[in-house]
């Protein structure tokens, strides 16, 4: 007597329960385990000045750390580095750190060198020992910043309380320099650096203004308006086009001339 086909069909019903069974409990620990993609960026210049510091945020959000109502959960730290053609006298602070809030700021102080700087920064959100990393790549140019120097003297035998002097660039506010309390009879030397990398060629001129002193602080001189002209040399014309209309006609005028004479031989043959 051949075996009955049932228990052969319950055998199959419970493989594919069971499978079935593995695939949802699968997707459930997926699901408890997943959480928001990480994502971080940096906020800062991309075009310096030699000599000079500035402050970059590092932002981030997302990866274990974090719920996906945006409850910040676990820790998200960073490590960062800055390299270079010569990265001597160029210092990252801080290298290493961890993320309050989703940001945190960080401090890059320029050499006297002008060059190309890359920020490199891994950022980790981690939460009971799962962790997940991003990495960026900031690209910053170092370029000679225009200046501006004056040296002030306190007119007042009862000095001054701190104040700002205005900086102005052909009759555009550009800047401001904060200037500390001084006492009487001393002096003080301001500087301010402008970094474009795209001023237009030829003369420009700062402006310096001490309106906010009242009369207590003027410059060097006893002027309480100071002005200093610079100029910047326009960039080379491009004539490329030129070069190749040129190379062009040359060819054509070789090509003219050998069918003109391949002609006359051919004349001159018949």
Same mark, same amino acid.
């Given at each position: 007597?051949?075996?009955?086909?049932?228990?052969?069909?319950?055998?199959?019903?419970?493989?594919?329960?069971?499978?079935?069974?593995?695939?949802?409990?699968?997707?459930?620990?997926?699901?408890?385990?997943?959480?928001?993609?990480?994502?971080?960026?940096?906020?800062?210049?991309?075009?310096?000045?030699?000599?000079?510091?500035?402050?970059?945020?590092?932002?981030?959000?997302?990866?274990?750390?974090?719920?996906?109502?945006?409850?910040?959960?676990?820790?998200?730290?960073?490590?960062?580095?800055?390299?270079?053609?010569?990265?001597?006298?160029?210092?990252?602070?801080?290298?290493?750190?961890?993320?309050?809030?989703?940001?945190?700021?960080?401090?890059?102080?320029?050499?006297?060198?002008?060059?190309?700087?890359?920020?490199?920064?891994?950022?980790?959100?981690?939460?009971?020992?799962?962790?997940?990393?991003?990495?960026?790549?900031?690209?910053?140019?170092?370029?000679?910043?225009?200046?501006?120097?004056?040296?002030?003297?306190?007119?007042?035998?009862?000095?001054?309380?701190?104040? =700002?002097?205005?900086?102005?660039?052909?009759?555009?506010?550009?800047?401001?320099?904060?200037?500390?309390?001084?006492?009487?009879?001393?002096?003080?030397?301001?500087?301010?650096?402008?970094?474009?990398?795209?001023?237009?060629?030829?003369?420009?001129?700062?402006?310096?203004?001490?309106?906010? =002193?009242?009369?207590?602080?003027?410059?060097?001189?006893?002027?309480?308006?100071?002005?200093?002209?610079?100029?910047? =040399?326009?960039?080379?014309?491009?004539?490329?086009?030129?070069?190749?209309?040129?190379?062009?006609?040359?060819?054509?005028?070789?090509?003219?001339?050998?069918?003109?004479?391949?002609?006359?031989?051919?004349?001159?043959?018949?």
């Amino acid at each position: 007597m051949r075996g009955s086909p049932v228990p052969v069909l319950v055998l199959l019903l419970l493989l594919v329960a069971s499978g079935a069974g593995a695939t949802l409990l699968a997707a459930g620990n997926a699901r408890a385990t997943a959480y928001p993609a990480l994502s971080a960026s940096v906020n800062g210049p991309t075009s310096v000045g030699t000599d000079l510091t500035y402050n970059y945020t590092l932002s981030a959000s997302g990866g274990p750390a974090y719920g996906f109502n945006g409850t910040l959960l676990g820790t998200v730290s960073f490590s960062a580095s800055v390299i270079g053609a010569n990265t001597t006298g160029v210092t990252l602070n801080p290298t290493a750190g961890i993320l309050e809030n989703g940001a945190h700021s960080l401090s890059l102080a320029t050499s006297n060198l002008t060059q190309t700087l890359t920020l490199n920064i891994e950022v980790t959100s981690g939460l009971n020992g799962r962790n997940a990393s991003t990495n960026l790549s900031y690209t910053i140019t170092v370029i000679l910043p225009y200046t501006i120097t004056a040296s002030l003297v306190v007119a007042s035998g009862m000095g001054s309380s701190p104040f =700002a002097v205005l900086v102005l660039l052909d009759g555009t506010p550009v800047g401001s320099v904060e200037v500390p309390a001084l006492t009487a009879g001393a002096s003080y030397q301001i500087r301010y650096s402008y970094v474009n990398p795209d001023l237009a060629g030829g003369w420009h001129t700062f402006s310096l203004s001490l309106a906010n =002193a009242h009369g207590l602080v003027v410059f060097a001189g006893g002027a309480t308006q100071y002005s200093q002209s610079f100029y910047v =040399a326009s960039a080379p014309p491009n004539n490329t086009l030129w070069y190749v209309a040129g190379a062009f006609a040359f060819v054509l005028a070789i090509f003219i001339s050998l069918t003109v004479f391949g002609n006359r031989r051919r004349g001159r043959k018949r």
